[in-house]
């Protein structure tokens, strides 16, 4: 098992809401955590550090969130992941209220000049709104993030989804990710979804310019 610094929000020190959604989402994953450890009859489980980074801003923090996955099955080690994908939403949902309450304007996703972009081989940055329209780019859960959040602003209840598939490591190798970070039984791909109440998927990525890397070609 790894434990991977998977996502880190910066916000005001003084705004305690993406703290409190961070801290009930590591509190749900633990329980998911050790429930699957008893019915494994294990006594020890991983469980989620949330640290306290400074910044160079005056008055802001970054939170970041250290998740441990276990490389077991997929349910095991995705489950967490649609927990904190959640919380990234809510934490959008919040920052696009303060922001309208302050003034200040959020773009929407498709208006905003964001586009796309697959994070390098073993790199998991999670950021929020703010994060991505500065970046001006976004992996799949950072859009999905966004996306997901506008729309629940807007009375949709939509839902950021995961969907996973394993490939072998030979197909991986052969179809271009580098040796150094693919494991000896290969890998699980992710990807992210936003889910209409009516069961329609939208894949913002697609929509903000996916397609052409070696992900596209297994």
């Known amino acids: 098992m790894a ?17 409190a959604i961070l801290t009930r989402a590591a509190a749900e994953i633990d329980r998911y955590h050790e429930l699957r450890a008893r019915l494994m009859g294990e006594s020890r489980y991983p469980r989620v550090l949330l640290e306290k980074v400074p910044t160079s ?13 276990p490389d077991t099955d997929d349910a095991q080690h995705f489950a967490p992941l ?15 209220r303060a922001a309208r309450a302050a003034g200040v304007h959020l773009p929407p ?3 905003s000049g964001v ?6 081989p073993g790199q998991e940055d999670w950021p929020d709104i703010p994060t991505i ?8 859960e950072d859009l999905v993030g966004y996306r997901a959040a506008e729309l629940r602003d807007a009375g949709i209840d939509a839902d950021p989804v995961l969907k996973w598939q394993f490939i072998p490591r030979e ?21 992210c979804l936003v ?24």
């Open 3 to 19: 434990t991977t610094p998977i996502m880190q929000i910066a916000v005001s020190d003084a705004d305690a809401t993406p703290l």
């Open 57 to 69: 801003v005056p008055g802001q923090i970054a939170i970041r969130v250290h998740l441990t996955l």
């Open 82 to 96: 649609q927990i904190l994908l959640e919380a990234l939403t809510q934490i959008n949902e919040h920052q696009i």
């Open 115 to 120: 586009r796309y972009r697959e994070e390098a």
């Open 109 to 111: 996703l498709y208006e």
């Open 195 to 218: 889910r209409y109440p009516d069961g329609t998927i939208e894949d913002p990525s697609k929509l903000l310019g996916m397609g052409g890397s070696f992900l596209q070609r297994i």
């Open 133 to 140: 329209l500065a970046n001006g780019w976004g992996d799949c």
């Open 171 to 191: 197909l991986m190798i052969a179809k271009g990710y580098p040796k150094k970070h693919v494991p000896k039984r290969g890998v699980w791909l992710v990807h």
